[in-house]
């Protein structure tokens, strides 16, 4: 009878946990991949900023506009949703997990929904429009070029 037997874990258990090093396993990695993970890392950045501009708005911190509580219910609404969503999608873009990429696509999809149907809410910005939507489309095309160097 083997002493793992009745341990719930094993030693190749706890390996899978070991935290990612950069530049381990660098040779299954394609050019593409890597890409795309740094342009993850930067829209992690960019989502954390935007996430904390909008606590900044709901905490009235630094902002010589008007009070948190005196906008519409809509205004307040987005602007929770988006300091909540930014901040969740910034700790998966980081990561480069899966569920990351789709917390930001939530959120850039929101964004854009918001100021293409909505422009009463933010305001319609066509420079929203075209930064958000050309993030979008950079991401897309990292993610085929990256799946198809994956591909055997």
């Known amino acids: ?36 993970v740094m342009f993850l890392r930067v829209m992690a950045a960019v989502s954390m900023f935007k996430g904390l501009y909008h606590w900044t708005e709901v905490c009235g911190i630094g902002t010589g506009a ?29 990561l480069a997990a899966a569920w990351g990429a789709v917390i930001w696509l939530t959120s850039v999809a929101s964004m854009l929904v918001l100021v293409i149907f909505f422009s009463q809410v933010f305001g319609g910005g066509i420079l929203t429009v075209l930064l958000e939507g050309g993030l979008l489309a950079i991401y897309l095309g990292l993610a085929l070029k990256s799946a198809q160097e994956q591909a055997p």
């Open 1 to 36: 009878m083997s002493s793992n037997q009745g341990d719930p874990f094993t030693n190749t258990d706890f390996q899978s946990l070991d935290p990612v090093r950069e530049n381990e396993g660098d040779d299954g990695v394609g050019l593409w991949t890597r890409r795309l």
């Open 66 to 94: 008007e009070p948190f509580e005196n906008h519409s219910i809509a205004w307040q609404t987005a602007t929770v949703f988006f300091a909540v969503i930014d901040l969740v999608a910034a700790v998966g873009l980081w």
